[in-house]
C-alpha cells in the first residue's frame, strides 16, 4: 500500500528505481494535469486535480500550503493559476516525502 501511495506522491519513481533519467516534478504536474482533463468532464477533474494536489505537495518544504490553495480553488483555470504561481517561487523539494495522514 505504501508503494502506491508514494508513486502518487512521485509519479516518476517507477522510473527512478529503474535507472531512468531525472524528472522535473513541475513537468510531471502538468502531463498529470492535462491527463485528467482529457479524460473526465471539468467539475470531476478539479476534484481530481486537487486529490491529486495533497499528494504531490508532499514533495515540496511547506507543500501544505500549495495543497491548502489548491483545494479552495473553484474552477479548473483557477487551480491551473495557483499551480503556475507556486511552481514560478521555485519552491524546495524534500528529499523525503512525509507520507502520515494520507489515505
Given at each position: 500500500?505504501?508503494?502506491?501511495?508514494?508513486?502518487?506522491?512521485q509519479?516518476?519513481?517507477f522510473?527512478?528505481w529503474?535507472?531512468?533519467?531525472?524528472?522535473?516534478?513541475?513537468?510531471?504536474?502538468?502531463?498529470?494535469?492535462?491527463?485528467?482533463?482529457?479524460?473526465?468532464?471539468?467539475k470531476?477533474?478539479?476534484g481530481?486535480?486537487?486529490?491529486?494536489?495533497?499528494?504531490?505537495?508532499?514533495?515540496?518544504?511547506?507543500?501544505?500550503?500549495?495543497?491548502v490553495?489548491?483545494?479552495?480553488?473553484?474552477?479548473?483555470?483557477?487551480?491551473?493559476?495557483?499551480?503556475?504561481?507556486?511552481f514560478?517561487?521555485?519552491?524546495?523539494?524534500?528529499?523525503?516525502?512525509?507520507?502520515?495522514?494520507?489515505?
Amino acid at each position: 500500500i505504501m508503494v502506491g501511495r508514494m508513486a502518487v506522491v512521485q509519479p516518476w519513481l517507477f522510473a527512478h528505481w529503474g535507472g531512468g533519467s531525472t524528472v522535473e516534478p513541475e513537468s510531471v504536474w502538468w502531463a498529470v494535469a492535462d491527463a485528467v482533463l482529457e479524460d473526465f468532464p471539468e467539475k470531476a477533474a478539479l476534484g481530481r486535480l486537487k486529490l491529486f494536489g495533497l499528494y504531490f505537495s508532499r514533495n515540496y518544504l511547506f507543500g501544505h500550503t500549495f495543497a491548502v490553495r489548491l483545494k479552495a480553488a473553484t474552477s479548473v483555470a483557477a487551480l491551473f493559476a495557483i499551480a503556475r504561481d507556486f511552481f514560478a517561487r521555485a519552491p524546495q523539494r524534500v528529499d523525503q516525502p512525509h507520507l502520515g495522514g494520507l489515505a
